[in-house]
């Protein structure tokens, strides 16, 4: 909250020593600075980087915060850093660059993603190395609901049946009754999470299990979509979270096989929000998101239509 344009100012008085700096710290710093600095310093830090820039790192050196440096790149205009880093994070095909206890799945997820053509047949070996029961095993136990979530959606909406199948572990199942367990206990933003996860999991082929849900207050989860993650006032569709928020609410729906009492009007607001992510995906009209926005919004319609809240998908 503190207003930080001096210091931008600043900084991009000394574009060489900024850029010189930026050059000989770790991966890990930079993404740091990506995260937080606007587009105009991220440029300047990068001015002197090349292609090369991360060839010859160790693999005792690990790449963490890498991928977030990549995106960046491609943000202030550098796709030639960006091919080059997943290029790089491909090629070494080292957990360590993954550490599953942050938001590793979803960081391979985005690697996966955007993967150039070029680096296409680095991708089998990365994931033999990186997809090994120990790894799964301990992302699934270890990583944050929200992060799971986050990558467990971007597995399903972006790969095809023979990569997700690269990631499929038992201990999801268990996570998922896990947390379900501890539901009632723990604040309505991991209620949110927990929702979450329980949506992006459905939709990636893992759901949970009819007595994981018995004992949730489902008052509780109704009211996530009120209370806790509404969409945003100047929201033109359904944004990620929310997005992985309602496929929450409509598997929990199908497994318990009773309706959540969320209030037509909210019903009705995602439905029109959820048509423009359909007219969005419609020139994909094979893909995988395309066939969930299809399904969600005649849910929403069939919800709409009826008017006794969020109803179990129709057999």
């Given amino acids: 909250g503190r207003d930080t344009a001096r210091l931008v100012e600043a900084l991009e008085a000394e574009p060489e020593r900024l850029s010189a700096a930026a050059k000989q710290t770790s991966v890990a710093n930079l993404a740091g600075f990506c995260h937080y600095a606007p587009d105009s ?3 300047i830090a990068l001015a002197n980087y090349q292609t090369t820039q991360w060839d010859e790192t160790p693999i005792s050196e690990p790449l963490s915060g890498a991928t977030w440096v990549a995106a960046r790149c491609g943000e202030v205009g550098r796709q030639d850093l960006k091919a080059a880093l997943v290029t790089t994070l491909l090629r070494r095909a080292n ?3 993954f550490p599953p206890q942050g938001m590793a799945l979803a960081n391979v997820a985005w690697l996966l993603w955007h993967a150039p053509p ?6 089998p070996a990365f994931l033999d190395t990186l997809c090994t029961r120990q790894w799964l095993g301990r992302l699934y136990t270890y990583a944050a609901a929200g992060p799971l979530a986050k990558g467990l959606r971007m597995l399903a909406l972006g790969q095809p049946p023979e990569v997700r199948r690269r990631f499929r572990n038992p201990s999801l199942g268990i ?8 539901f009632a206990q723990v604040l309505q933003e991991e209620q949110s999470q927990i929702i979450q996860l329980i949506g992006s999991a459905t939709i990636f082929g893992v759901s949970p299990k009819r007595e994981s849900v018995n004992d949730v207050p489902v008052s509780a989860i109704a009211s996530l979509p009120l209370d806790t993650l509404p969409h945003r006032a100047d929201a033109n569709k359904v944004e990620n979270w ?3 928020l309602w496929l929450g609410l409509r598997a929990v729906t199908e497994v318990t096989e009773k309706p959540l009492a969320v ?3 909210v019903i009705v607001r995602t439905l029109h929000l959820w048509r423009f992510n359909l007219a969005e995906s419609s020139i994909e009209a094979e893909s995988a998101a395309h066939r969930i926005n299809q399904s969600m919004v005649a849910w929403l319609e069939r919800c709409s239509r009826e008017n006794k809240g969020l109803l179990p998908p129709a057999v």
């Fill in 41 to 43: 310093l991220v440029q």
């Fill in 95 to 97: 957990p360590q660059d």
């Fill in 118 to 123: 070029t680096a296409g047949d680095l991708v």
């Fill in 175 to 182: 996570r998922l009754h896990k947390e379900l367990a501890r």
């Fill in 242 to 244: 929310q997005f992985q």
């Fill in 263 to 265: 209030p037509s009007a």
